[in-house]
Nanobody, 123 residues
Framework: VQLQASGGGLVQAGGSLRLSCAAS????????MGWFRQAPGREREFVAA????????DYTNSVKGRFTIAVDTAENTVYLQMNTLKPEDTAVYFC?????????????????WGQGTQVTVSS
């Protein structure tokens, strides 16, 4: 499985961005697709995840109500719509895939990773 993240950029606080993660290779419907982020000097942290079938989602508390994760299986792409962005959302965002039925928020539980895309939110 190969993952390619894109869509990052510079935005003012309160603005929106949509990240995309293009996936290729053999992905099964039970796979969990996740977004993580890593700010300078901090550990990589879980943001959101979705089943490849799109039926289930999971979010970290700090983004609930502001971020939406979605999957388009026809395009083999996972999206992260980010609204009402805050300066503390500034980070490099990574997409990842986990070959399991079970959601996980742990970095070590994901099998495949894309390169990161920088999101910068100015105050």
């Amino acid at each position: 499985v190969q993952l390619q993240a894109s869509g990052g950029g510079l935005v003012q606080a309160g603005g929106s961005l949509r990240l995309s993660c293009a996936a290729s290779g053999r992905i099964f419907s039970y796979y969990r697709m996740g977004w993580f982020r890593q700010a300078p000097g901090r550990e990589r942290e879980f943001v959101a995840a979705i089943s490849w079938s799109g039926g289930s989602t999971d979010y970290t508390n700090s983004v609930k109500g502001r971020f939406t994760i979605a999957v388009d299986t026809a395009e083999n792409t996972v999206y992260l719509q980010m609204n009402t962005l805050k300066p503390e959302d500034t980070a490099v965002y990574f997409c990842a895939a986990r070959s399991s039925w079970v959601f996980s928020t742990r970095v070590s539980m994901y099998d495949y990773w894309g390169q990161g895309t920088q999101v910068t939110v100015s105050s």
